[in-house]
């Protein structure tokens, strides 16, 4: 009886360290998907090639985790198992760069050469707003430069453009919801990035959307 007792108790324990297991399965999310952008025409024969800096977030996400705000309060709730594929700083780059040079047919060159007398294009990209709040609503604020270097040189010439985009989408409560708005967020900006560029390179006066 003792022991019947001391198994019952062992395979309690055992199946409750594995419903605990499973609560706390983390998930990861990612904005990286490039075949979501239409690529746009480019009229000179050689393909431009873009530059792309560390896009600039707030301190308080250049993290990981998720980090959402409260409905009621001014409070963040940054989630342990709901997590960017990385950084999340370094997750919108990687977004930007594989959007922008998909809609571009553009080379990034941050770890390349570029060719001789390629146009060259250095885009600087700051998230200045940012808030998520389950139930409710996401909201963005991307502002970006868009600066064409000298074909000699990395040093920039007249070529440059200030714009920004402001997005904001009601969600459900659901954390699915909260990445399908930020990726379309990104998606916009992408997209008014890569329109910007496209009329700098072929020799329009430059205008935000």
């Known amino acids: 009886?003792?022991?019947?007792?001391?198994?019952?108790?062992?395979l309690t324990l055992v199946a409750?360290?594995?419903a605990?297991?499973?609560?706390?399965?983390?998930?990861?999310?990612?904005?990286?998907?490039?075949?979501?952008?239409?690529?746009a025409a480019i009229s000179k024969t050689m393909p431009i090639a873009i530059e792309i800096l560390p896009v600039r977030v707030p301190e308080r996400l250049k993290r990981p985790q998720l980090v959402l705000t409260s409905k009621e309060t001014s409070q963040l709730k940054i989630l342990e198992q709901d997590r960017w594929s990385s950084s999340f700083d370094d997750e919108l780059?990687?977004?930007?760069?594989a959007g922008?040079?998909?809609?571009?047919g553009a080379i990034e060159i941050s770890h390349s050469r570029r060719l001789a007398n390629q146009p060259t294009y250095r885009i600087a990209i700051?998230?200045?707003?940012?808030?998520?709040?389950?139930?409710?609503?996401?909201?963005?604020?991307?502002?970006?430069?868009?600066?064409?270097?000298?074909?000699?040189?990395?040093?920039?010439?007249?070529s440059a453009?200030?714009?920004?985009t402001i997005f904001s989408k009601a969600v459900s409560n659901d954390i699915d919801a909260i990445i399908k708005g930020v990726g379309e967020a990104v998606a916009e900006a992408t997209q008014a990035?890569?329109?910007?560029?496209?009329?700098?390179?072929?020799?329009?006066?430059?205008k935000c959307l």
């Open 16 to 18: 409750a360290l594995a």
């Open 126 to 158: 700051a998230l200045q707003q940012f808030n998520a709040t389950l139930g409710e609503q996401v909201q963005t604020n991307f502002a970006w430069t868009i600066t064409r270097l000298n074909t000699d040189s990395s040093t920039a010439d007249n």
């Open 20 to 39: 605990c297991a499973q609560a706390a399965t983390t998930r990861f999310y990612t904005l990286n998907n490039p075949t979501q952008h239409q690529p």
């Open 193 to 206: 990035i890569s329109t910007n560029v496209s009329s700098l390179n072929n020799g329009e006066l430059g």
């Open 161 to 164: 453009l200030s714009c920004q």
């Open 93 to 97: 780059h990687d977004a930007f760069v």
């Open 100 to 104: 922008i040079t998909n809609q571009l």
């Open 1 to 10: 009886m003792s022991f019947t007792k001391s198994t019952a108790l062992i």
